[in-house]
């Protein structure tokens, strides 16, 4: 009789280790300091002149809505310790030739991230846009970072309005991700929750988690 227990308990063995690897799990979070540099979808202050009555990414109506508290919320779920920091560095897509990285970033440099998420491109001007100096800047904000922490990962995510010029040049450098067609759908966006056009045309609710979605969709799938 022990013989035939014997077996059955291999086999099901056996069939238990096969479900096991067919099951597909979610890889493993380990970022426990996280920044996220970006404009005015990442962090906008009041503008009471425009409509805009948030301190949140525009045009979120809550501030958990927006996507940087979205992803933060998630990374949560993974280290319940992890930190994540939000920048508005609008300045630098401004002004990508001049901004100043010491003055502007050292104290976020200082911090060490092991995740620099960049959420930029919006507001780099086409008219006067120059691939070769934004190209070498774009990689000297990313070596500013490296220099006291070369572990640090980054990970772009393009422009929710579209900016294919600057959406290269960040795919070149860092893992990346397009976000331009979520703005295919036009509930993406503000329109008709707020009057300004410059605010209705910023992610709406719906348009927020859509892009916390993506980033963490690939943020999760990082080698």
């Known amino acids: 009789m022990k013989k035939p227990i014997a077996i059955l308990l291999l086999a099901l063995t056996v069939i238990s280790c096969s479900k ?5 799990t979610e890889p493993a979070i380990n970022f426990s300091n996280v920044l996220i540099l970006g404009n005015s979808i990442t962090y906008s202050p009041k503008n009471p002149g425009i409509g805009w009555q ?4 525009m045009a979120a109506t809550k501030a958990e809505l927006d ?3 979205l992803l933060t919320k998630s990374f949560k779920e993974k280290n319940l310790s992890c930190t994540v920091t939000a920048k508005n560095i609008a300045a630098f897509e401004v002004n990508y030739t001049t901004y100043d990285f010491e003055s502007e970033l050292k104290q976020y440099k200082d911090s060490k991230p092991d995740l620099i998420i960049l959420r930029i491109g919006e507001n780099v001007k ?8 934004f190209e070498k800047r774009y990689v000297e904000l990313l070596n500013y970072f490296r220099s006291n922490n070369p572990s640090v990962r980054f990970f772009g995510a393009g422009s929710f309005w579209g900016n294919a010029a600057v959406d290269q040049i960040m795919a070149r450098h860092s893992e ?3 976000l331009s067609p979520l703005v295919k759908d036009p509930t993406n966006a503000a329109w008709g929750i707020f009057d300004d056009p410059g605010v209705a045309s910023h992610p709406s609710d719906k348009g927020m988690k859509a892009i ?4 963490w969709s690939a943020i999760i799938n990082l080698k």
């Open 20 to 24: 096991k690897t067919g099951e597909k």
């Open 126 to 133: 086409q008219e006067t846009f120059d691939a070769v100096v």
């Open 212 to 215: 916390a979605d993506v980033i």
């Open 54 to 57: 948030g301190e949140w990414g």
């Open 176 to 178: 990346f991700i397009t």
């Open 67 to 69: 996507f940087v508290h």
